[in-house]
């Protein structure tokens, strides 16, 4: 198995499947209704933290001296 596959797959997996029982375990069932609505709102989130991350990038890299 390698590290790309790990990275990439096991990972981002895990994490969802940990996050997938703690709403579980604190009572939040998901329905069919609701796996493609967080599916879309996925997109929209990672949308947001990249425009974020890149006016962040941006900003520092503009205090840099060259």
Do not use: H, N, R
């Not at 790990?6 to 709403?23: H, N, R, T």
């Not at 709102?41 to 205090?63: D, E, G, H, R, T």
């Amino acid at each position: 198995m390698s590290l790309q596959m790990f990275a990439s797959f096991i990972a981002p997996s895990a994490i969802f499947y940990g996050i997938y029982k703690l709403l579980e375990g604190i009572g939040i069932v998901l329905t069919e209704d609701m796996i493609p609505m967080l599916l879309c709102l996925a997109l929209v989130i990672v949308v947001v933290w990249v425009a974020v991350m890149y006016k962040l990038s941006c900003y520092i890299f503009s205090k840099q001296e060259l």
